[in-house]
């Protein structure tokens, strides 16, 4: 194992216990399981039951439902007995917090439960105790007299248990002792399970969630390492980012999260957590997983890796997702051994560069719009990557996620260009343009070392890692390339591992001291916008988030006549403009990985049988009068009891507090209690303005 991960340099599963969760069984390298949770109340059985029926047909293997107290915990055998008689037996969770009681009664009903450790015995007062080692000891005793009896039960019934850490609910003794950090959550589940291990109950799923996607891969990957050091076995985990919010957005922030993780074989179960009806999640969470049926290691190789030439991507055939027939250059080159990482998976540093013109050193990663197939680019088509000209006043209006560059191929434009934006052409247009201030030319590796011309500021010079035609182990060309006070690199990798081969050739980089900038470019060639959005998720954000690459190029493949029309039918992502599609994603992902903030960031929670009010309207409402705000954190959350612990770093928060009242915070801090909802936004709006939060959205 290299720190965390069975492979770094190909697709390998983690190799972990087999959980048995009623008639499934979970971990040990069987598939990666999907799921998802209700948010009707518990008390309707009814709903529940017609809700969870609708997950299972959307191919949910798993659901989980809350049971907040004795009495939902009690119910959960009316639903169970009503989807029984209905032909459903899919297994179901009891979602526990704060009620060991609930939790007791529920895991002798269900398949298997789930509980908080931040919130299973304590109760969070947010204070900062400081607690002697006798203390502390005393607190882990507490623990387990508390838990013991519900291990206890469990094990007797034969029920699984995850012990679902989250980022946001860390006991006060947890923060006291290892702050609000990714150790800290793993130390967290730790003291149960060593607990649980004590009593010989091993039915366990472990899972480390964040809303910070940079957290939550940290913390897992932290997980894997302490569980192999204490125990020399790792239990299956289940993979998801809190509060990912709705859309777009969403589905970017879990791809990043849970894709990054998967890229390196870990994940026996995911769950992507949308402010959407849960049976939305199901067709997300299968995009993800049937990336990777088709790796090394899965042993359906073949198959797999024949679907997604064909551009079904799909190695499982209970996926039946339709997608059109196209060839993908992938190549199974071999991508070398790692003897030594040269940085460090568990904390964010940046790789260290020299900027190159705006790219590098300390600027925030640039974003290159590929308009190279418009036949004849004029100024409307600039509209798509954030430039709007106005012809009357003759200006151009510049939006917070406007391209910083466009790669145009053979073409030159024949308007003047608003002042920020510049151009990258290929060699030959580019000397034909005689213009060095807006023009930039981009060589293939052998062409920049061999051109006879070259820009006396700027070359981007690609490097396609580790292809079958890339000669292992020499990298003699990268000595001339490197430190080249001019060059950019441009990374990308057909290789079907390709963010392992990136990742491979940004250590190759590193071991030789090379500081040059790197654009990371990605393409994809799989056809619904989901299935774009993963792909660009997934591959871009893992190198994102360990600190690689200094710009993003985001391109698809010619098969890309994007549906409209999302799996189940329902329009989700209407994609009319594939330009302004790949730059929007662009600028999300650099957004979800906290690397160039250009938007107000919202953080809501999917909802549940708690939810005090419709969370997907009024997350609409108030993103719509708050989406100019850029940088500034919202949170919207459904119930006062979990809500305010699970927000973690949001800057404002909107708490359901009881039927019809809103509670508003400051950070952590309470500052309006029960406003009514009917003018809670209106609140809102005043809060912001108090904290100099707010500015006048502009006219357009
Ligand atoms: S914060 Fe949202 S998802 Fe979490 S318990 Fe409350 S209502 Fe349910």
Redesign the pocket.
């Known amino acids: 194992m290299m720190l965390y991960s069975e492979s770094l340099t190909s697709y390998k599963r983690l190799k972990t216990r087999e959980v048995t969760i009623g008639n499934l069984r979970l971990g040990n390298g069987h598939p990666i399981r999907v799921q998802t ?1 209700t ?1 009707t109340d518990t008390m309707d059985t009814h709903a529940t039951v017609e809700q969870t029926i609708r997950c299972i047909e959307a191919g949910a293997e798993l659901v989980r439902i ?1 049971a ?1 107290s004795r009495k939902e915990a009690e119910n959960l055998q009316n639903i169970k007995d009503e989807l029984h008689k209905r032909g459903y037996h899919v297994p179901l969770v009891a ?1 526990i ?1 704060f009620t060991p009681n609930a939790a007791e009664i529920a895991a002798r009903i269900v398949e298997k439960v789930r509980v908080n450790p931040g919130n299973y015995v304590d109760k969070k007062k947010f204070e900062q105790i400081e607690y002697t080692d006798a203390e502390y000891a005393e607190e882990i005793e507490r623990i387990r007299e508390r838990f013991t009896p519900l291990v206890r039960i469990c094990r007797e019934h034969g029920t699984a248990m995850r012990i679902g850490t989250n980022h946001g609910s860390l006991s006060d003794r947890i923060m006291s002792r290892y702050g609000d950090t990714a150790i800290g959550m793993v130390e967290s589940a730790m003291e149960f399970l060593r607990i649980a291990r004590d009593e010989d109950y091993h039915n366990i799923v472990l899972s480390m969630k964040s809303s910070n996607p940079q957290v939550m891969v940290q913390a897992y990957r932290l997980l894997v390492q302490h569980m192999m050091q204490e125990f020399g076995e790792c239990y299956p985990l289940h993979l998801g980012v809190t ?1 990912a919010g709705d859309g777009e957005d969403g589905r970017i922030k879990s791809a990043i999260g849970i894709g990054t993780l998967l890229e390196d074989g870990i994940g026996d179960t995911i769950r992507v ?1 949308l402010t959407e009806d849960p049976e939305f999640e199901i067709p997300v969470c299968r995009d993800l997983v049937k990336r990777y049926a088709g790796r090394a290691g899965t042993g359906n190789d073949e198959q797999g890796m024949m679907n997604r030439e064909q551009g079904t991507g799909n190695g499982d055939a209970a996926f039946n997702i339709q997608h059109s027939t196209f060839n993908i250059p992938f190549t199974y080159g071999a991508v070398p051994d790692i003897k030594q990482l040269p940085y460090s998976p568990f904390e964010y540093r940046r790789r260290d560069t020299y900027p190159v013109g705006n790219i590098g050193g300390k600027q925030v990663p640039v974003v290159v719009a590929d308009l190279s197939r418009i036949s004849s680019i004029t100024p409307q088509h600039l509209q798509s990557i954030g430039y709007t000209y106005d012809t009357a006043t003759d200006k151009w209006t510049i939006s917070d996620s406007a391209a910083d560059y466009i790669f145009t191929g053979n073409q030159l434009l024949n308007f003047a260009l608003p002042g920020t934006l510049k151009l990258i052409a290929y060699p030959a247009t580019w000397e034909e343009s005689g213009d060095n201030s807006h023009y930039y030319p981009i060589f293939s590796d052998k062409g920049y070392l061999e051109a006879a011309a070259r820009h006396p500021q700027m070359n981007f010079v690609m490097i396609d890692c580790f292809n079958d035609l890339t000669p292992v182990n020499d990298f003699s060309f990268l000595d001339d390339l490197g430190n080249d006070p001019t060059v950019v690199l441009c990374l990308s990798s057909t290789n079907l591992n390709a963010l392992q081969s990136v990742r491979r050739m940004f250590m190759e980089l590193g071991n030789r001291g090379l500081r040059n900038p790197v654009i990371l470019m990605t393409d994809s060639h799989w056809q619904t916008p989901d299935e774009h959005l993963i792909h660009f998720s997934a591959e871009t954000g893992g190198l994102l988030l360990d600190g690689f690459g200094d710009g993003l190029s985001l391109g698809y493949g010619a098969a890309a006549g994007l549906d409209t029309t999302r799996v189940s039918g329902r329009t989700y992502l209407p994609v009319s403009d594939i330009h302004q599609f790949t730059n929007n994603t662009a600028f999300s992902i650099l957004q979800a990985t906290r690397t160039r903030i250009s938007k107000t960031e919202y953080i809501s ?8 009010f419709d ?1 997907q309207e009024t997350t609409a409402r108030i993103r719509a009068v708050t989406n100019h705000l850029k940088g500034v954190k919202i949170a919207i ?7 305010p612990g ?2 973690a770093d949001a800057d404002f928060g909107y ?2 507090s009881g039927p019809g009242k809103i509670t508003l915070y400051k950070g952590k801090e309470i500052v309006k209690r029960n406003v009514d909802s009917e003018v809670a936004v209106d609140e809102l709006i005043t809060l912001l303005k108090e904290n100099d939060a707010w500015v006048e959205p502009s006219v357009k």
């Open positions: 949770m948010t809350t907040p979602d917090h509060e957590s929670c999917p909802s549940c049988g708690r939810t005090l969370l959350m459904g119930c006062i009891v979990n809500g699970e927000m708490v359901g």
